[in-house]
């Protein structure tokens, strides 16, 4: 199959060619991209007004299979992640069974498989730090490696135990893999709901203190710094996490990190309007987290942008506050969204949040031939208007889940076409019907 795409305003980071451009795909491939393109035979994709860019790239997704298919499978996350424009999407291990051996590796592999048959993004498995995400024991990385897993994290159980985090820097260090960490101390967070402070305050209810982020962050800092072992640091969110990690950059010490969506658009406040729905680990925080995690952003300290799109039931999130599951979707609003707060409010450019939601997370993964845009590269790409604004409503969801606290909320930026290995797999405004 050939496709022309005409006339899309093509923004790439990496060699920084923007402009007015036609893109031949040709197979899986990029195929030619110049002026005035012809190519007889080639299905034609109309671009005028739309950006063009590679794929984006999730580093933290969560899709519930195996164990949790009532909240969520591989196969619809990854048609959810298809129709926010992902092209690859990396899943964490936090599943029942965990993802700590290669058999269960290879049982994500072949869900993957399946789900890209169907229309879905590429799933890349994330593995366990510590067997059965128990933080006693290291698993077999080198195992897990071949298996195909990309990455290691215990998200959502954080390592506390600081001697099997080191060990585990070296050993996944000598494999290749880098650590994402999901930092929060575990003693001061317990189970409580919301930031500490003055919602907590006001809700009397204990909170979540922003110190219990902020102390792993800098042991993993720290650890990285004594190992020379990468560390990647998860879905950052309080002022002091930015500012650990700027320093440390600047040490020269192998440290990236990501935030979400949900970090630079909402603060603690939002748990009093939305209740279980504004609940997330780490708890949304303060109008000054707010702008330091945007100045983060700017500055180059904060690598990337992730969802960590955390699927839940109905009937879960509809219990109280402080009994309902942590988490919110996102793959289905993170463009839009990210577009809303940070390209619109004219704080960063196109091209330069592309980076952090394409190339930073896919090289901070090493997933090969993922987040850039070259002639004889992969055709993994997406087709948005930048301006087009649209009310999100959770009904329309390809996840199965609705658990977010942008429903409702009125966004800027909207996904056109997903197209990955050269086949649109995804076209706004045409579901259900053969592509
Ligand atoms: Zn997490």
Not at 49 to 58: E, S
Not at 396 to 421: D, E, H, M
């Amino acid at each position: 199959m050939k496709y022309l795409i005409r006339q899309g305003r093509l923004v790439d980071p990496v060699s920084g060619i923007g402009g007015v451009m036609d893109i031949l795909l040709e197979g899986d491939k990029v195929a030619v991209i110049g002026s005035d393109l012809s190519a007889p035979g080639a299905q034609v994709i109309d671009a005028a007004g739309l950006t063009v860019c590679a794929g984006l790239v999730d580093m933290h997704v969560h899709l519930r299979e195996p164990g949790f298919e009532y909240k969520e499978t591989i196969s619809s996350g990854a048609r959810a992640g298809a129709a926010g424009g992902f092209t690859s999407i990396a899943c964490m291990p936090n599943t029942k069974p965990v993802i700590d051996s290669p058999g269960a590796v290879a049982f994500v592999k072949e869900k993957a498989a399946l789900a890209r048959r169907e229309g879905g993004a590429r799933v890349w498995p994330i593995a366990a730090v510590s067997r059965g995400q128990k933080g006693q024991e290291v698993n077999d990385y080198e195992g897990l490696k071949a298996a195909g897993a990309v990455a290691l994290s215990d998200d959502g159980v954080p390592v506390q135990n600081a001697n099997l985090l080191r060990d585990a820097m070296i050993l996944a260090h000598r494999q290749g893999l880098t650590i994402l960490s999901h930092c929060e101390d575990a003693d001061l967070v317990q189970n409580f709901a919301v930031n500490e402070g003055r919602v907590s305050r006001q809700l009397r209810i204990p909170g979540r203190p922003a110190i219990a982020e902020e102390l792993q962050v800098m042991r993993d800092a720290m650890l990285a710094e004594e190992t020379g072992a990468a560390v990647h640091i998860c879905h950052i969110s309080t002022a002091k996490s930015v500012a650990i990690v700027r320093r440390y950059k600047k040490k020269g010490v192998q440290i990236t990190c990501e935030t979400c969506p949900q970090y630079f658009t909402f603060t603690e406040e939002e748990v009093l309007q939305q209740g279980s729905l504004a609940r997330v680990n780490p708890p949304l925080r303060t109008s000054a987290d707010v702008e330091a995690i945007i100045e983060g952003l700017k500055d180059g300290t904060i690598d990337a942008i992730a969802t960590d799109h955390a699927p839940h039931s109905a009937e879960e999130k509809a219990r109280s506050l402080t009994e309902a599951p942590s988490g919110m979707v996102g793959l289905e609003t993170a463009l839009a969204a990210t577009l809303t707060a940070l390209y619109h409010t004219g704080e960063m450019s196109l091209s330069d949040i592309l980076r952090k939601m394409t190339l930073n997370p896919a090289c901070i993964l090493r997933l090969p031939g993922a987040g850039r845009l070259s002639v004889g590269g992969e055709a993994d790409l997406v087709l948005f208007d930048p301006d087009e604004e649209w009310t999100v409503d959770p009904e329309q969801f390809r996840s199965q889940a609705r658990n977010t606290p942008f429903g409702g909320r009125t966004l800027k930026g909207r996904v056109k076409y997903t197209i990955i290995g050269g086949e649109v797999i995804y076209r706004y405004g045409e579901e259900g019907t053969a592509l």
